[in-house]
T-cell receptor, first 116, second 111 residues
Framework: DTEVTQTPKHLVMGMTNKKSLKCEQH?????MYWYKQKAKKPPELMFV???????INESVPSRFSPECPNSSLLNLHLHALQPEDSALYLC???????????????FGEGSRLTVL | DAKTTQPNSMESNEEEPVHLPCNHS???????IHWYRQLPSQGPEYVIH???SNVNNRMASLAIAEDRKSSTLILHRATLRDAAVYYC????????????FGQGTELSVKP
């Protein structure tokens, strides 16, 4: 199984809502990532988890709260978002991160978020 | 600036080789170069990565300049399914999986 599964595929939320995006992999990977992608732009790194610990936070606003409950799961909790946060949110995993090179990242298809 | 520089778009004919360039003049000696591609409505897909030597796999070849300030992704025989946005990515050494995407080159393949 070389899949990264993201749910939901589409999410519409108001600025006062609380919602979560979920990501799951069963490849035994120990590094997991959240990227944000606006239309016609490249993905931008948000967070990296390595061995279930947050290792990189790219100065992301606190209205985005990541969580890694175990080595297979990654969540992104959303609260009080703004319309400009509307984007495709991509999850990825890799065998490990950093050191002598991260190697191949496996990406999910993304969750498309619309904030009204 | 840690980002890589790529042409916005390129065209190719089917079954011909394609050379996709990337400039990374500020790269450090220990940063890896990755290439991913992204089809519409899909997540990015790994193509290849390398450090100093040229690399080959079943999808493509990666040629890295001797001074490491540039690299070229080579698709040996383009097919219509190779039409995608190709991203040249710099992995910042020892920063735990920090991959910085370039702006990407949109490759179109004509039959």
């Amino acid at each position: 199984d070389t899949e990264v599964t993201q749910t939901p595929k589409h999410l519409v939320m108001g600025m006062t809502n609380k919602k979560s995006l979920k990501c799951e992999q069963h490849m035994g990977h120990r590094a997991m990532y959240w990227y944000k992608q606006k239309a016609k732009k490249p993905p931008e790194l948000m967070f990296v988890y390595s061995y279930e610990k947050l290792s990189i936070n790219e100065s992301v606003p606190s209205r985005f709260s990541p969580e890694c409950p175990n080595s297979s799961l990654l969540n992104l909790h959303l609260h009080a978002l703004q319309p400009e946060d509307s984007a495709l949110y991509l999850c990825a995993s890799s065998r490990s991160s950093g050191g002598a090179g991260t190697g191949e990242l496996f990406f999910g298809e993304g969750s498309r978020l619309t904030v009204l | 600036d840690a980002k890589t520089t790529q042409p916005n778009s390129m065209e190719s004919n089917e079954e011909e080789p394609v050379h996709l360039p990337c400039n990374h003049s500020t790269i450090s000696g220990t940063d890896y170069i990755h290439w991913y591609r992204q089809l519409p409505s899909q997540g990015p897909e790994y193509v290849i990565h390398g450090l100093t030597s040229n690399v080959n796999n079943r999808m493509a070849s990666l040629a890295i300049a001797e001074d490491r300030k540039s690299s070229t992704l080579i698709l040996h025989r383009a097919t219509l399914r190779d039409a995608a946005v190709y991203y040249c990515i710099r992995e910042i050494y020892n920063q735990g999986g920090k991959l910085i995407f370039g702006q990407g080159t949109e490759l179109s393949v004509k039959p």
